[in-house]
């Protein structure tokens, strides 16, 4: 298949389309093909392109860590200059590190970090730390979870997170941000042996091919619809978020991509919180644990094209909650981005020598 070397009109939409609102299907290439007016074999040979330039990173489901008895937090290192490279690339063997950026500011390296509910979180952290050489290190788990909404309007350029999805009981929609009182986002569900097999399926990249889902389907014992029925019932038990593509966001055009850290009065904490996830340039809002050094509660991830958008979009944040003390904490560097995969204990045995206890 031909690979182009740029983007087109198609493709934005395509990309529209593949992050936002998969077709969960028989032939779920022709139903984008028929959305898009062009030919299925036109539609996978885009993708295929948009994937072999590591636009589209991979198409599949994508699970709640924490109902599945993960645990999961996001981690600060710091490096003396020249040290961090090495150290991101050992961290990066990890296969519960599924993102990992260098970052400026004091904490020059971020990431994030799950293991299976029989591992220790923190003892794994600090073997990181010490393996590594970091000379400062924050374990910065989340306190309340205000939205993750990745979704981008690549036709216009512009953040389109109006929809997004909050275990902690916030909602989106265009309309503006609630909250559903929640009190077991961060409780592992209870799930079957077969419930695995099927989340060990759908987390796989999905083929490019006219009928994706039948050897899934085969392997299991399932037709296909009763592949989606099972998905579907995944969805509403709170274990699968939804079924959708991965971004590598720079190649897409969102090259700028600051996390914005914010210090907020405690009792303003969550009117704030659902302010900032109002935001569609917004992805992801979170609030975290403070320490003598670093007094920021709320984290805001945004995406834009240019640094000039993002700056922006925080002043307009700023303006709307009255909060002034924020850093912009810009990627410099990313090391990792990728989706964790869910009960592959070979490979975590495979992985964790020298990296993690």
Not at 120 to 126: F, R, V
Not at 248 to 253: D, V
Request: with cysteine.
């Amino acid at each position: 298949m031909a690979v182009r070397s740029y983007i087109d009109q198609i493709d934005k939409n395509l990309l529209n389309i593949l992050q936002s609102s998969f077709p969960l299907v028989h032939n779920p290439y022709a139903e984008i093909a028929s959305q898009l007016q062009i030919s299925e074999e036109e539609a996978i040979q885009r993708i295929y392109a948009l994937k072999k330039r590591n636009v589209v990173r991979q198409i599949g489901a994508i699970f709640d860590t924490r109902k599945l008895g993960y645990q999961t937090t996001l981690v600060a290192f710091r490096y003396e200059p020249g040290g961090i490279d090495k150290a991101a690339r050992i961290i990066n063997r990890h296969p519960g590190v599924s993102h990992n950026y260098a970052r400026n500011g004091y904490f020059n390296l971020w990431f994030t970090l799950a293991v299976p509910p029989h591992h220790e979180l923190n003892k794994t952290i600090e073997r990181m730390a010490e393996i590594t050489g970091a000379i400062a290190a924050r374990i910065m788990p989340t306190i309340r979870f205000f939205k993750i909404g990745v979704n981008f309007d690549m036709v216009n350029e512009k953040g389109a997170a109006y929809e997004y999805y909050s275990p902690d009981g916030f909602t989106g929609s265009s309309s503006g941000t609630s909250r559903i009182p929640s009190t077991d986002w961060n409780v592992a569900q209870l799930f079957s042996a077969f419930d695995i097999e099927v989340i060990r399926e759908l987390q796989e990249d999905l083929p490019l091919e006219s009928a994706p889902f039948n050897a899934s389907a085969n392997r299991l014992g399932l037709t296909v619809q009763e592949l989606f029925d099972y998905a579907e019932d995944l969805q509403n038990r709170g274990l699968m978020r939804r079924f959708s593509a991965v971004l590598y966001h720079r190649r897409a055009g969102f090259k700028s991509n600051p996390m914005v850290v914010w210090k907020v009065p405690e009792d303003r904490s969550v009117e704030v919180g659902m302010q900032m996830a109002g935001n569609p340039w917004v992805t992801h809002c979170y609030q975290r644990p403070t320490f003598p050094d670093w007094e920021y509660t709320h984290f805001t991830m945004i995406h834009a094209t240019n640094n000039e958008q993002c700056e922006e979009v925080v002043d307009e944040i700023s303006k709307l909650t009255g909060i002034t003390d924020y850093q912009m904490l810009y990627s410099t560097r990313e090391y990792k981005k990728t989706r964790v995969r869910y009960f592959v204990e070979e490979e975590y045995l495979a992985a964790l020598e020298g990296v993690a206890v």
